[in-house]
């Protein structure tokens, strides 16, 4: 299954989402003229009356407007932004949790997401089950799984309690085998956001370390959002400035993190 | 709509492979933390059944044989397909609340959420069907060549009961009151589908009006196999109308699923 291609171009009304496995493809992630609009309603009765009628009305935000920027196979990109300017947004966008209502999105390869990693476990189940399912949605085959899995483990040093159920676990106990997870299965492209806390010191630096090593691979992307201008300077190459869902500034680093601290 | 019908289909063709994995995972959550493990998937119809079959012919004195077949097959015939369908409608017509991170922690395809959930209940159905039959070839009940026709019977209600949970779950991630609303709609579905007495002693009305609820044809299809020994084409004044409402949850589905589907994971 990991080794078959397949695309899918669905238009989805006005917005347009074209994915595929093509890790060949210079161009890893585009946004064309990308808005996301988010409906609020005051209940939920409105929300549900809404999907019946067309005249319940409704306030709407646009949490990312007209976003439009490239990104090429290999590269490290930052996203910097006070809150809410549509970082995490545009992250889950490329993820493929949520849809456009506007534009286009490109994404060639597979992602893999460093995002809220405590969340995303099923609960009631054991952290190896949660892992061995993960695999099985990753689309590993049985073998490749069996091989992964123990590596997963040892990096996320849970040690016994990886077969206790997810509920019993402490969020740093979650988070460190989000993380194990996420950065284990060899993805095309990579999303970090605001991952790299996770766990104390002596984790936090192996999590840095982690990450760092799969940007120096050549063939991963990875798309990076923090507050921290330091943590961006060290892993990335280029950033983009946003604000209320716009680019401000594309461009290197370092021109990105000063135009960001001056504004 | 036939875009999004084609859109359905290929997701669940392309995830083929995880639908059966999931479905195991989901009976595994189930029975999860329990010492007796998988026992507790088949104790609950068992002691509904006894429950059901206590009250009835010992407390109401009602255990006359139904067409030449013993009165516990009967039941059994139509509790067991009840457990199935009340499973969908409590759970599943409110799916993604059962695996939000499924909808917005990772990228997976929504419809194939009920698919395989259905799929899990499905396992649970064929397994007490089959524990059914082997009671009756035990004891020398007689089963006829009727039977053949189950296998069909459960595609059928597999794919209905999966469109049904298509059609209302976007609608429950959305209205917490709508998935409440389902949910009590169950208690009435199982008193008036005939799963406890024969549908027959309605009134002509009555039976009428039953021809359109596709609970009770999903019981009386089940009974068809091993009581009333019919084929279900034998019967087209009750096929038809459950096919009209096959149809039309199928519509909705599509409808309901086109026009929310973006939604869900913002608002979940």
């Given at each position: 299954m990991s080794s078959k291609i397949h695309e899918t171009a669905i238009d989805y009304g006005d917005a347009k989402i074209i994915r595929d496995?093509?890790?060949?493809?210079?161009?890893a992630v585009r946004f064309d003229h990308v808005r996301k609009t988010y409906k609020l309603y005051k209940n939920d009765r409105q929300r549900l009356l809404a999907t019946f009628s067309s005249r319940i009305k409704c306030d709407y935000i646009n949490a990312s407007d007209d976003l439009t920027f490239t990104c090429k196979r290999g590269e490290a990109l930052a996203f910097l932004g006070d809150n809410g300017a549509g970082k995490s947004t545009a992250l889950k966008m490329i993820t493929g949790v949520c849809f456009p209502t506007l534009g286009t999105i490109e994404v060639h390869g597979r992602v893999s997401a460093l995002l809220e990693?405590?969340?995303?476990?099923?609960?009631?189940?054991s952290g190896m089950e949660n892992i061995r399912m993960r695999c099985q949605l990753w689309g590993l085959s049985e073998k490749e799984a069996e091989e992964l899995i123990p590596s997963i483990v040892e990096f996320s040093e849970l040690g016994k309690y990886i077969d206790q159920p997810m509920r019993t676990y402490s969020s740093g106990m979650r988070a460190r085998l989000g993380f194990a997870f996420a950065s284990s299965i060899k993805p095309d492209i990579l999303v970090v956001d605001e991952a790299l806390s996770v766990g104390d010191r002596k984790f936090s630096a192996k999590c840095r370390k982690r990450v760092n090593d799969i940007i120096q691979n050549e063939n991963v992307t990875v798309l990076f959002v923090t507050h921290s201008t330091a943590q961006a300077k060290q892993f990335c190459s280029r950033g983009i400035v946003l604000s209320h869902g716009k680019t401000l500034f594309e461009g290197n680093i370092d021109d990105a993190v000063e135009f960001y601290e001056n504004t | 709509m036939l875009t999004m019908l084609k859109q359905i289909l290929q997701e669940n063709w392309q995830w083929r492979h995880q639908i059966w994995d999931l479905a195991k995972i989901d009976l595994v959550k189930r029975y999860?933390?329990?010492?007796l493990g998988k026992i507790w998937l088949f104790t609950r119809p068992a002691i509904y059944m006894l429950v059901y079959w206590f009250t009835l012919s010992v407390g109401m004195r009602h255990s006359a044989d139904v067409n030449g077949q013993p009165f516990l097959l009967w039941l059994a015939a139509g509790v067991f397909p009840w457990f199935f369908m009340s499973d969908a409608i409590n759970t599943g017509s409110d799916i993604y609340h059962r695996y939000p991170y499924l909808v917005?922690?990772?990228?997976?395809?929504?419809?194939v959420i009920s698919t395989f959930y259905t799929l899990s209940i499905m396992i649970i159905f064929v397994c007490t069907m089959a524990i059914t039959i082997g009671v009756c070839l035990l004891v020398g009940v007689h089963i006829s060549r009727y039977v053949l026709q189950l296998p069909l019977v459960m595609i059928i209600m597999f794919v209905f009961w999966t469109a049904w949970s298509i059609m209302l779950s976007p609608l429950g991630a959305v209205s917490k009151d709508f998935a409440n609303l389902i949910k009590t709609l169950s208690m009435p579905f199982f008193w008036l589908s005939g799963i406890l007495f024969q549908l027959t002693s309605l009134p002509p009305i009555g039976q009428k009006i039953m021809t359109f609820n596709p609970v009770a044809w999903c019981a009386e299809a089940v009974r068809s196999c091993f009581i009333y020994k019919q084929w279900i084409w034998e019967r087209p004044e009750e096929l038809i109308p459950f096919l009209i409402v096959f149809l039309v949850v199928v519509l909705l589905a599509l409808r309901n699923f086109k026009r929310l589907y973006k939604e869900v994971p913002d608002v979940l």
């Open positions: 496995e093509d890790r060949t493809n210079p161009v990693l405590s969340a995303g476990f099923d609960m009631r189940l | 999860r933390g329990a010492a917005n922690r990772l990228k997976f395809p929504l419809s």
